[in-house]
């Protein structure tokens, strides 16, 4: 048997071990290179691409090592030791790199899916832009030492829309897939009789923490926001009117336009400049920095009625 342990090193062994050590150079090589270009604004699902780049690589490792310690049982037995003690032996890492995988697999599809939801409704926002309707993606805000991120931010001369997407798969329901919510302004019901409210509540409190930005930028004046709940590819009935606009991300464009007094012109001078300050990537790696260019790259809100203050535009 001994004589024959080539075999088992060449295959998988071998090819799954020489794949694993490129895969961790390429790893250790692109972690060092700089992205060619310094800056740009965050696009739709930017978060949730880079959550799926980390997995991904989790998921290639684990399938690596997996492969390569199954074959640890036979080597064992080829060196003369029992078959069980192999089964031991190798079952061990097999069951650790098997835990890893699937731990990484199933958040990696639910991430993939909330990518292509986010990007789905942000080609859909992007369509809605013209001189007076800008879109934002993937806003990465901070306050009081945490750090959240909003899908969505739709900036209209009439107010805010800040915007979840919550891309869900269809059940089955009587043998059926059904794709139509119901939400009577307290909860959203799925086909199935399965309720959520949590998503309402992330998205009333996006839009209040927002809020509280707009009004330090402003220096304390109210802007009108507006929570929106986006499911991509589902059909919503209203049987109420409730807090959170809810809507398939291709009735989006009929909240437009938003009813209410008109934003102030220097108002929405500084809240284009903040948003677009805050849904920007400042490159070194992945991290999100705000360069002295940064500070001065909004000349329209560069006026005797507003200043700059640290990192935000705000009014006098």
């Avoid at 961790?24 to 800056?39: C, I, N, Q, V, Y």
């Avoid at 004046?221 to 398939?248: H, N, Q």
């Avoid at 991300?249 to 809240?271: F, N, R, T, V």
């Amino acid at each position: 048997m001994i004589e024959r342990i080539w075999i088992y090193l060449l295959f998988p062994g071998l090819p799954m071990l020489v794949f694993y050590w490129f895969h961790r150079r390429a790893l250790a090589k692109r972690a060092h290179l700089k992205r060619p270009f310094h800056e740009f604004r965050r696009p739709a699902g930017y978060s949730q691409q880079e959550k799926v780049a980390v997995q991904w690589d989790s998921i290639m490792e684990s399938i690596v090592m997996f492969v390569f310690t199954a074959t640890i049982p036979a080597i064992c037995y080829s060196f003369g030791s029992s078959l069980l003690v192999g089964i031991i032996v190798g079952s061990l890492p097999c069951a650790y790199f098997m835990r890893r995988l699937l731990k990484a697999w199933v958040p990696y599809q639910d991430n993939q899916l909330g990518l292509l939801g986010e990007q789905i409704v942000g080609a859909e926002l992007d369509a809605l832009q013209t001189n007076d309707v800008r879109a934002y993606h993937d806003l990465v805000i901070t306050k009081d030492g945490r750090t959240w991120n909003i899908d969505h931010v739709l900036l209209t001369p009439r107010g805010v829309l800040v915007i979840e997407t919550k891309a869900r798969r269809k059940k089955r329901a009587r043998g059926k897939f059904r794709g139509k919510l119901t939400y009577d302004g307290r909860q959203i019901t799925f086909p199935n009789g399965q309720y959520d409210t949590q998503a309402l509540q992330q998205a009333q409190r996006n839009a209040r923490d927002l809020q509280g930005n707009i009004h330090e930028w402003t220096g304390g004046e109210s802007v009108p926001v507006f929570p929106v709940l986006v499911f991509p590819g589902w059909k919503i009935e209203r049987t109420a009117s409730g807090d959170v606009y809810v809507v398939g991300h291709d009735k989006i464009s009929q909240l437009l336009p938003l009813k209410g007094e008109m934003i102030y012109p220097k108002h929405l001078a500084i809240l284009k400049a903040n948003l677009d300050r805050e849904s920007r990537v400042v490159v070194e790696g992945t991290t999100q920095q705000v360069s002295d260019s940064d500070h001065h790259s909004h000349p329209a809100v560069r006026s005797p009625e507003s200043v700059t203050v640290g990192k935000s535009v705000t009014a006098r």
